[in-house]
Nanobody, 118 residues
Framework: QVQLVESGGGLVQTGGSLRLSCAAS????????MSWYRQAPGEQRALVAE???????NYADSVKGRFTISRDNAKNTVYLQMNSLKSEDTAVYYC????????????WGQGTLVTVSS
């Protein structure tokens, strides 16, 4: 069974940077579509970025040019580098393994809180 453990969240000032990590066990990240979602208070969970098994990446329009998703195959870990953070980036960020294209389901981590203060 896959286990996804996020880390790296915290409090940062507007314009600052954070790097989130998602360590996976029970699944190989390079063989799957791995994603970062976020959920702000009162809002639905939304896709932020994803990286497919062939290395293709996709970003929400609101984070393009500021966020970068990557993976370290040796560490079986996915990262989200977040630069030029804005107050509207404040949310709980979730790592996910998405196997829906293979007829499977989405598996979620527990989430990590990112708070951007002005």
């Amino acid at each position: 069974q896959v286990q996804l453990v996020e880390s790296g969240g915290g409090l940062v000032q507007t314009g600052g940077s954070l790097r989130l990590s998602c360590a996976a066990s029970g699944s190989v990240v390079r063989l799957n579509t791995m994603s970062w979602y976020r959920q702000a208070p009162g809002e639905q969970r939304a896709l932020v970025a994803e990286i497919t098994s062939n290395g293709s990446t996709n970003y929400a329009d609101s984070v393009k040019g500021r966020f970068t998703i990557s993976r370290d195959n040796a560490k079986n870990t996915v990262y989200l580098q977040m630069n030029s953070l804005k107050s509207e980036d404040t949310a709980v960020y979730y790592c996910a393994r998405d196997r829906r294209a293979l007829g499977g389901t989405v598996s979620w981590g527990q989430g990590t809180l990112v708070t951007v203060s002005s």
